[in-house]
């Protein structure tokens, strides 16, 4: 009798723990369920789908154990947010633009950790997991042809990473020509203005800024001018994202030509009127003027520290005193006595240099 009211204990147990699983087990209809037409398809945080993974060394067919792409991530993706989008129309149609090539390249900067194969794979699983048809079919094509024009791409020497005055601009011209044609081998027009546009627009006012910085036959203010006017010529969004370094870089370096060669007041004031317009010449020219007062001042300080710092008859103590004291008497704030030390240790060492 024990025996059978145990196994009927038993048997209850089991059916309770099956009615448990399938109740908890997602509906096909749950499982299968794809995103219904969207402007933007949402990228999830991989800190919640990748937190305690680590990567399989073992690569046996990983398009299998890929659902949504984000399984097993590299240690340098962990904590991160996919970087990029997937854009698609009303009719379900992809649309192209920079945020899917910067969606590949999230994935393909783990090269090294992972095998081209299985980042391939993931980023497959990624496309379809998200991305309905069809889509999903033109995103990984276009994914496809990016890894083949990466891969050619590779084919071409590279000519850059010199500094200015090194860099060949023919041979920078010619690698950008082979570049464009290769993209015009694996993508049609659309795909390389919104994968490449800002960077060749880029590339093209760098070279012509070059070009314009080397001409012997233009002055400073004229070199200012063109480099200006190159500027106005970019794509309004790169053009604004570039500007304040691009305007601070041309004007230090035609203010460091002006400087060798001691040209006048006027000359650098047409290079920065050329560059930066009215208000931002003015501002700078009340900068210089500002600096030019505090530099009278150090200097002046300078003087009568030397002057007390040379007299024998005062000991440290004193000597240090006196400085304290100098540095109130000529108005110094505290902000600006934090600064002197500086400026006492260099013309100290100025005043031993061997002559």
Same mark, same amino acid.
């Given at each position: ?201 880029? =590339?093209? +006012? ?5 070009? @314009?910085? $080397? %001409?012997? !036959?233009? &002055?400073?203010?004229? *070199? ?74 150090? =200097?002046? +300080? ?5 002057? @007390?710092? $040379? %007299?024998? !008859?005062? &000991?440290?103590?004193? *000597? ?36």
């Amino acid at each position: 009798m024990s025996i059978t009211r145990s196994l009927v204990a038993f048997i209850g147990i089991v059916i309770v723990i099956l009615t448990l699983l399938i109740m908890l087990k997602p509906s096909e209809s749950q499982q299968t369920k794809t995103n219904p037409a969207v402007t933007a398809v949402p990228t999830p945080s991989i800190a919640a789908t990748s937190a305690g993974i680590t990567v399989d060394p073992v690569e046996d067919a990983p398009q299998a154990r890929f659902q949504t792409g984000l399984e097993q991530l590299p240690a340098s993706l962990h904590g991160t947010e996919v970087d990029g989008e997937i854009i698609i129309d009303q009719q379900r149609q992809l649309v192209v633009t920079r945020r899917l090539r910067d969606l590949f390249d999230y994935f393909l900067s783990t090269i090294g950790e992972e095998s081209l194969h299985t980042i391939q794979a993931r980023v497959i699983a990624y496309i379809q997991h998200r991305v309905p048809e069809p889509a999903q079919s033109q995103a990984i094509q276009v994914f496809q042809q990016y890894l083949a024009y990466r891969e050619a791409i590779r084919q071409i020497p590279e000519t850059g990473g010199k500094s200015a005055d090194q860099i060949d601009i023919n041979a920078i011209t010619k690698q950008k020509s082979e570049e464009q044609r290769l993209r015009q081998q694996y993508f049609n027009t659309e795909t390389i203005q919104a994968f490449f546009g800002d960077e060749d627009a880029y =590339d093209q +006012y760098a070279l012509q800024s070059l070009q @314009i910085a $080397r %001409n012997s !036959q233009l &002055s400073e203010a004229e *070199k200012a001018k063109q480099t200006a006017a190159l500027l106005q010529q970019l794509p309004e969004s790169l053009r604004e994202s570039i500007q304040i370094h691009a305007q601070y870089q041309n004007l230090q370096d035609l203010t460091e030509q002006w400087k060798s060669r001691k040209g006048s007041a006027e000359e650098l004031r047409q290079i920065r009127l050329n560059l930066v317009g009215e208000a931002a010449t003015q501002r700078l020219e009340q900068l210089d003027q500002s600096r030019a007062t505090w530099q009278t001042r150090v =200097d002046h +300080y300078l003087q009568e520290h030397a002057k @007390i710092m $040379r %007299n024998p !008859q005062w &000991s440290v103590e004193q *000597k240090q005193v006196m400085v304290l004291s100098l540095r109130r008497q000529q108005g110094f704030t505290e902000q600006e006595q934090l600064r002197l030390p500086a400026f006492e240790q260099m013309a100290a060492q100025t005043a031993v240099q061997p002559r």
